[in-house]
Antibody, heavy 122, light 107 residues
Framework: EVKLLESGGGLVQPGGSLRLSCAASGFTFSSYAMSWVRQAPGKGLQWVSAISASGGGTYYADSVKGRFTISRDNSENTLYLQMNSLRAEDTAVYYC???????????????WGQGTLVTVSS | EIVLTQSPGTLSLSPGERVTLSCRASQSVSSSYLAWYQQKPGQAPRVLIYGASSRATGIPDRFSGSGSGTDFTLTISRLEPEDFAVYYCQQYGSSPTFGGGTKVEIK
């Protein structure tokens, strides 16, 4: 069974940093692109960032470019999101999601993790 | 960035009814790279349809997708009680974007 388990969320002050992790199991992690998608409280879904299967390609939404860094450790089957210079508008549940098409980094997602809540507030 | 507009925002329906949800793109979605997701309160989204019209594994055949270019549709042929949820479309032909969602609620 494919499983994705996020961790690392919490309360952080504006301007602070946080690192999210996503532990993957049940599939060959190094063969699939991965993404982070967030959902602000009561709002819709917003794609945040994607990383290619090898980790050689990284992509970001304009709203987080220059502040967030996506990375992966294929030996540990783990995806990361380093979030710096956090703002109130970054408050959301952050989901990691597995891409399905092995030939593309931009992908549809299946499955999703259960999400981890990041709250940016003083 | 491709903007996806979903309509209507909310639908109030009864079990057994047929549902048609719309997703319109601001520019053509390449190769029909469009997916539909269902999300229930407190849960992560679940994929229903990919490639505009292919059902994901385990999805009942009452769910169907159609469309190409800029206009896409998700149809639920007969609403079951477990289908009341929020539905999102997503394009992945370019930098991924999601529609704002359509809530299907019990009338």
């Amino acid at each position: 069974e494919v499983k994705l388990l996020e961790s690392g969320g919490g309360l952080v002050q504006p301007g602070g940093s946080l690192r999210l992790s996503c532990a993957a199991s049940g599939f060959t992690f190094s063969s699939y692109a991965m993404s982070w998608v967030r959902q602000a409280p009561g709002k819709g879904l917003q794609w945040v960032s994607a990383i290619s299967a090898s980790g050689g390609g990284t992509y970001y939404a304009d709203s987080v470019k220059g502040r967030f860094t996506i990375s992966r450790d294929n030996s540990e089957n783990t995806l990361y999101l380093q979030m710096n210079s956090l703002r109130a508008e970054d408050t959301a549940v952050y989901y990691c999601a597995k891409g399905v098409m092995t030939t593309r980094t931009y992908n549809w997602f299946d499955p999703w993790g259960q999400g981890t809540l990041v709250t940016v507030s003083s | 960035e491709i903007v996806l507009t979903q309509s209507p925002g909310t639908l109030s329906l009864s079990p057994g009814e047929r549902v048609t949800l719309s997703c319109r793109a601001s520019q053509s979605v390449s190769s029909s790279y469009l997916a539909w997701y269902q999300q229930k309160p407190g849960q992560a989204p679940r994929v229903l349809i990919y490639g505009a019209s292919s059902r994901a594994t385990g999805i009942p055949d009452r769910f169907s997708g159609s469309g190409s270019g800029t206009d896409f549709t998700l149809t639920i042929s007969r609403l079951e009680p477990e289908d009341f949820a929020v539905y999102y479309c997503q394009q992945y032909g370019s930098s991924p974007t999601f529609g704002g969602g359509t809530k299907v609620e019990i009338k």
